[in-house]
């Protein structure tokens, strides 16, 4: 006999799942996105809309910098979710967005290493 499965997100049990809701608007996800870029925090989008679709939204209004961060936010939105889902552990949104924008400084300071692997201070 099959169990059900439930189609809720398992987070906020206030829609089902889909990319979108995860990664924009379930609550723990807004609360993330409250508290990064000013542009993001306004930005409308509705259950049914398509996250790909959103992202070309924020990439037409977004410099390379701000975009790079979306994805970052993004992806962390996603690994918060997943740390819940499988090792029950949720993390403030916070704890989300500074660690997130911990990775990208650090991305782009080993970026800016030369062939010498110096640190490029310019």
């Not at 398992?10 to 807004?30: F, G, Y």
């Not at 930005?43 to 996250?51: H, R, S, T, V």
């Not at 499988?86 to 949104?93: C, G, V, W």
Request: aromatic share 12%; hydrophobic share 40%.
């Amino acid at each position: 006999m099959r169990s059900p499965i439930d189609a809720a997100y398992k987070i906020c049990s206030q829609s089902r799942e889909t990319l979108t809701h995860a990664l924009w608007t379930c609550p723990l996800a807004r609360n993330v996105w409250a508290l990064g870029r000013r542009k993001w925090q306004k930005m409308a989008c509705d259950e049914d809309q398509d996250f790909f679709n959103l992202t070309l939204s924020v990439a037409q209004c977004s410099t390379n910098e701000e975009l790079q961060e979306w994805f970052m936010i993004s992806w962390a939105v996603w690994d918060a979710r997943n740390r819940y889902v499988f090792d029950n552990t949720q993390l403030q949104p916070s704890t989300i967005l500074s660690t997130t924008l911990k990775y990208l400084e650090d991305f782009k300071k080993v970026a800016k290493l030369g062939a010498t692997g110096v640190l490029s201070t310019t």
